[in-house]
């Protein structure tokens, strides 16, 4: 419990929060908003979450190698800049007609993605190193965050939907995004470079 009442853990722990949220946020209601956005059917769809899974797999790979060289916070700073802006293009992409759309979502989804599992990779490395005697503990409080962040992300998402309109839900998620990286910034903690 001491762990968990650090100010320094709790900042890394609300970036997790806040950057599942925003992944939750759209991709909870991802075939809901291909279908109503770019009139994408389900086998489209399908293809689309192969693609996301790929990028995904492929990004926990570069989170981890992006914060043994620069470091875990500038690791996740890039990896939720990229997740932001890969939400601003699925937000624009959302206005055009329906047969352009996917074109320009596509890479986008793929971007997200890659970014978005990556970060989550460096911030379990932020985690560690705050206390590395204490790793399984502070990992498994970030295992809360992400629940906590999941859930956040599905209700916002659902209230989005039900007041708003589904092509919102990008630029809900890219303010989670935002929120995100400020949390990481005010942290205050640049992870020196390592060699």
Do not use: C
Request: no cysteine.
């Amino acid at each position: 419990m001491a762990l968990a009442k650090r100010p320094d853990m709790m900042a890394i722990l609300a970036t997790s929060v806040l950057t599942v949220s925003a992944t939750f946020t759209l991709y909870t209601y991802l075939g809901v908003f291909l279908a109503d956005v770019a009139g994408i059917r389900p086998q489209g769809l399908a293809l689309v979450l192969f693609g996301f899974g790929v990028a995904s797999a492929a990004g926990t790979r570069l989170g981890g190698t992006a914060a043994d060289h620069w470091g875990a916070d500038h690791a996740v700073i890039v990896g939720g800049g990229l997740t932001v802006l890969a939400y601003l293009v699925l937000s624009l992409g959302a206005a055009l007609e329906p047969a352009r759309a996917m074109r320009v979502m596509l890479p986008a989804i793929l971007l997200w993605g890659l970014a978005s599992w990556g970060l989550m990779t460096a911030q379990q490395a932020r985690l560690v190193a705050l206390s590395p005697a204490l790793a399984a503990v502070s990992l498994s409080l970030n295992s809360s965050a992400t629940y906590l962040g999941s859930a956040t992300g599905a209700a916002i998402g659902a209230l989005v939907i039900a007041h708003g309109g589904v092509d919102r839900l990008g630029w809900v998620a890219a303010a989670f995004g935002v929120a995100a990286l400020l949390s990481v910034l005010a942290s205050g903690r640049a992870s020196p470079p390592r060699s």
